[in-house]
């Protein structure tokens, strides 16, 4: 039986992938901060699931339960990175920056580097991490969330870079969502979203991405045509988009 852990599996898109990996035979580890959501998902399948509730900006104890569910699961195969937040901040108020860099940036790299880690003395393993479109370029509403996200795309490039020099077995897999439905949104915004994806559609394709071990998967698939465009978009016109 595969194993697996899912950081950030109590809401969205981390707890759909992971019932449909516990769905494809898995025994999933999940985690979150809300402990009730993860009893809950325990309970829906005993079987399946283990679970440890901490904060990723907590590096020592999440390194601790990381290593404790692997043990619970008698080793790991696949992690799935879904923890993240973000939130508009046009003051600059230091505080919110600050949370979004210890959950992005500090807790991101924190369990990502520590499975690295294990799977380089266990034979190898497969990382897989959702970043976002927005870490392509900044955005002065939401500098921290879009800043963060560029970090993770890089830290995710360069660990794919260094598996490959170092002839390990650890796949690196991207995924980079545009809009994805995992709220009520009628109830914080009334503008429709552009190019929202189901959840359910989302994670299906974020599952494929996994199995076939691709490098980087635009979720959905179109949004690789606003990534290519958001690369190459003038700075001067960038600037002058009405964010
Ligand atoms: N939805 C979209 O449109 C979209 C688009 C692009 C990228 N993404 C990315 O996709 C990922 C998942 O987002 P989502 O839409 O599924 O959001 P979500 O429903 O809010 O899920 C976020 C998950 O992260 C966990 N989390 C947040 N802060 C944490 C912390 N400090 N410690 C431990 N866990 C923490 C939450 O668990 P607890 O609250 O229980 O701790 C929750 O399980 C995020 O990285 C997000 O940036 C989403």
């Not at 976002?132 to 002065?140: D, E, K, T």
């Not at 559609?201 to 490098?215: G, P």
């Amino acid at each position: 039986m595969k194993r697996a852990i899912v950081i950030g599996a109590t809401s969205g898109i981390g707890k759909r992938m992971a019932e449909i990996l516990a769905a494809d035979g898995y025994r999933v580890g999940i985690t979150g901060r809300r402990k009730v959501n993860l009893e809950k998902i325990h309970q829906s399948n005993p079987q399946a699931f283990v679970f440890r509730a901490f904060d990723v900006q907590d590096v020592d104890t999440s390194q601790r339960m990381i290593h404790e569910l692997i043990e619970e699961l008698g080793g790991l195969d696949l992690l799935v990175y879904s923890s993240g937040n973000g939130e508009m901040n046009k003051e600059l108020d230091f505080d919110k920056e600050h949370n979004i860099i210890k959950t992005n940036v500090i807790g991101f790299t924190n369990c990502i580097t520590f499975v690295y880690r294990y799977f380089m003395q266990h034979g190898g393993g497969q990382i897989a991490a959702i970043t976002s479109v927005s870490g392509l370029r900044g955005n002065p509403e939401y500098a921290a969330y879009f800043s963060t996200k560029g970090y993770q795309i890089l830290y995710l490039e360069s660990l794919r870079i260094k598996s490959k020099k170092d002839k390990l077995n650890i796949q690196i897999t991207e995924l980079r969502p545009g809009f994805i439905n995992t709220i009520d949104r009628s109830k914080v915004q009334d503008a429709p979203i552009f190019w929202m994806t189901s959840l359910e559609k989302a994670t299906r394709q974020m599952y494929r991405s996994i199995k076939r071990k691709e490098e980087v998967a635009y979720i959905s698939r179109r949004w690789v045509i606003i990534g290519i465009l958001m690369k190459i978009f003038p700075r001067r016109l960038w600037d002058m988009l009405p964010f």
